[in-house]
């Protein structure tokens, strides 16, 4: 978006604004002001001429300038309609030397997942990638992608739903495992030892996997750097917003089902808003984090390169390290796949 159309749609964002003071404010004609009106229009805009000057009147649910407008963090927005993925056209700002830019698409044909793993991102969900440059050594580039997971978590939460964090960065929304029942369709048996993987249970009535949450989003990070500097970092939420779990992979929730739909412009906003608070006060970042997490008091089986971890989770650490107590002490994990373990006949931490 050019730096006029940003300048055009903040200046509006305050309110009714003449013609004569916007063609000073952006430093053009007043017949230039009126072209950018029209093509705030094209994209959907109401804007009114009132007696005070132009007004908006109504904005689009989405889409570039509507993400932008009232936007109050220092981020650039490139929207696309289609991209394969957010986090490739990030890329390929990054080598062109750009900053922070949020890379926006309604859908994406071919979503990067974790570890190469494939990724569902119709329209109706939130498909983004946040390309900073952050001042700091690449150890540190965890915090970031916590620091997203946070302002998910809090943009979720203030849509109305009981979301929060499963370690490292999956936002996600927890629900106790069906207990057992008669026909021991749901629960752990006295085989497994007592602790049951809620990834293995069923769920009673609907036949569907219960691990005891559903993922509402995932984040992607991507990162080059030198040996004590990040060159680029690229955070890669995506996050399920206005869609039915019917037609995403089983295991997917979205707010929409949880919470009811939300205007996917104004959910943007704040996540950016967040994020920049928060990376602004990266201090901040780790206690936050632990306030929303769902693993911190939970029996974790964490999958890492050098084996498996199995204990309760106890502490996150600088800058993302997830502390587990098992049973020949306290074990540091940086990276992993973690599952939630439960208590075979109790569903409580
Ligand atoms: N839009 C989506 N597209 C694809 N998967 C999604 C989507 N939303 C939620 N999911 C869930 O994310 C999972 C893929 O994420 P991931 O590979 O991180 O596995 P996971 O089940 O979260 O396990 P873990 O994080 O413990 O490795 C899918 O199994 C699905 O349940
Ligand atoms: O496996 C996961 O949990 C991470 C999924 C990340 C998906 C998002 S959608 C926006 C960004 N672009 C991508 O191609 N991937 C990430």
């Known amino acids: ?62 889409g570039g300038p509507a993400i932008e407008y009232g936007l109050e963090a220092d ?28 890379v926006i698409a309604r859908e994406q044909s071919a979503s990067k997942g974790r570890k190469g793993r494939e990724w569902s991102a119709p329209d109706g969900g939130v498909w983004m990638s946040l390309l900073v440059r952050p001042d700091e050594p690449p150890a540190h580039a965890p915090l970031y992608t916590l620091a997203m997971a946070v302002a998910v ?103 929409a089902a949880e919470a009811g739909p939300v205007e996917r412009r104004v959910f943007v906003q704040r996540v950016l808003e967040r994020f920049e608070e928060l990376r602004d006060d990266l201090d901040s970042v780790l206690l936050a984090w632990r306030e929303r997490a769902d693993t911190l008091g939970r029996q974790v089986r964490v999958h890492t390169a050098s084996g498996v971890v199995e204990g309760k989770a106890v502490d996150v650490e600088h800058p993302g390290t997830l502390v587990v107590q098992t049973d020949e002490g306290e074990t540091r994990v940086h990276a992993g796949d973690c599952e939630h373990l439960r208590p075979a006949t109790d569903d409580s931490r």
């Open 1 to 62: 978006m050019s730096d006029t159309r940003r300048t055009l749609l903040d200046a509006l964002a305050e309110g009714p604004v003449s013609g004569p003071d916007l063609a000073d404010r952006l430093g053009v004609s007043r017949a230039a002001v009126w072209k950018h009106v029209e093509s705030l229009r094209d994209d959907g805009f109401g804007v009114e001429s009132t007696s005070d000057g132009y007004t908006i009147t109504d904005v689009p649910e989405y």
């Open 153 to 255: 978590c809090d943009a979720a939460r203030e849509a109305g739903v009981d979301a929060s964090i499963k370690w490292p960065n999956d936002v996600i929304v927890s629900r106790p495992p069906q207990r057992a029942t008669n026909d021991g369709s749901s629960g752990a048996s006295a085989s497994d030892g007592g602790i049951a993987s809620e990834a293995s249970n069923r769920s009673a009535d609907s036949g569907e996997s219960d691990r005891g949450y559903k993922k509402l989003c995932g984040i992607l990070t991507e990162m080059e750097g030198e040996a004590d500097r990040i060159s680029w970092l690229i955070i890669g939420p995506g996050t399920n917003v206005n869609l039915d779990p019917e037609t995403l992979p089983e295991g997917a929730t979205s707010i």
């Open 75 to 102: 981020y650039d927005v490139e929207f696309h309609e289609v991209l394969a993925s957010s986090n490739d056209r990030a890329r390929e700002l990054a080598a062109d030397g750009a900053t922070d830019v949020a």
